[in-house]
């Protein structure tokens, strides 16, 4: 597609309910990174896909956060569980190999509330 | 290890006043340095990039940066700000492996 697609652009959920956000990169981007910003906050990077190889996950808060990447295209990032403190608005981005010379591009991001 | 900081999380100017953004980086290796812009309610978007050409980067909107390796700094700046510059600002830096360290953000106020 001609930009990093996300849905849904916002969800509310129940304390303790799962949620699956979704992300489509752009075509032909082979990496693509999961971040979290809270309120007031800066950027917060959870995980990290770079074409076949294992993923980055050193970012993930805990092991109720979890995401793959099927076909080395779309992300699912799943929350299980969900607390208060999950609430924030969680931004993917793809680039092509070698982002420190390209930079990211962003998706509008999912605005989760957790209720 | 790199990371990034952003003094003043507000910054408020004058419609047609200099904006200056302040970001100082911290980098073991030679850095790369973004700035990103955040508009209400939208993911970031690049305004510049420094990758090791020159020092001085034009971006969209009027923006640059100068990157200033004895002091460690890569401020924004703009002439004149306009009110369509009101937004959330962001400066990250990236070494080796693709992963970005961002600031905390600076969020830019302009009056009329």
């Known amino acids: 597609g001609a930009g990093v697609s996300q849905s849904p652009s916002n969800k509310v959920t129940e304390k303790g309910k799962d949620v699956e956000l979704r992300c489509d990169p752009i075509s032909g981007h082979t990496a693509l990174y999961w971040y979290r910003q809270s309120l007031g906050q800066g950027l917060e990077f959870l995980i990290y896909f770079q074409g076949n190889s294992a993923p980055d996950k050193s970012g993930l808060p805990s092991d109720r956060f979890s995401a793959e990447r099927t076909g080395g295209s779309v992300s699912t990032l799943t929350i299980q569980r969900t607390q208060q403190e999950d609430s924030a608005v969680y931004l993917c981005?793809?680039?092509?190999?070698?982002?420190?010379?390209?930079?990211?591009?962003f998706g509008s991001g999912t605005r989760l509330t957790v209720v | 290890a790199q990371s990034v900081t952003q003094l003043g999380s507000h910054v408020s100017v004058s419609e047609g006043a200099l904006v200056l953004l302040r970001c100082n980086y911290s980098s073991s290796v030679p850095p790369y340095l973004f700035w990103y812009v955040q508009y209400p309610n939208q993911g970031l978007q690049l305004l510049l990039k420094y990758t090791s050409a020159a020092t001085l980067v034009k971006g969209i909107n009027g923006f640059e940066a100068e990157f200033k390796k004895s002091e460690t700094s890569f401020h924004l700046t703009k002439p004149s700000a306009h009110m369509s510059d009101a937004a959330e600002y962001f400066c990250?830096?990236?070494?080796?492996?693709?992963?970005?360290?961002f600031g905390t953000g600076t969020s830019l106020t302009v009056i009329p």
């Open positions: 981005a793809s680039s092509l190999q070698g982002a420190e010379n390209y930079g990211y591009t």
């Open positions: 990250a830096v990236s070494g080796a492996g693709n992963q970005f360290y």
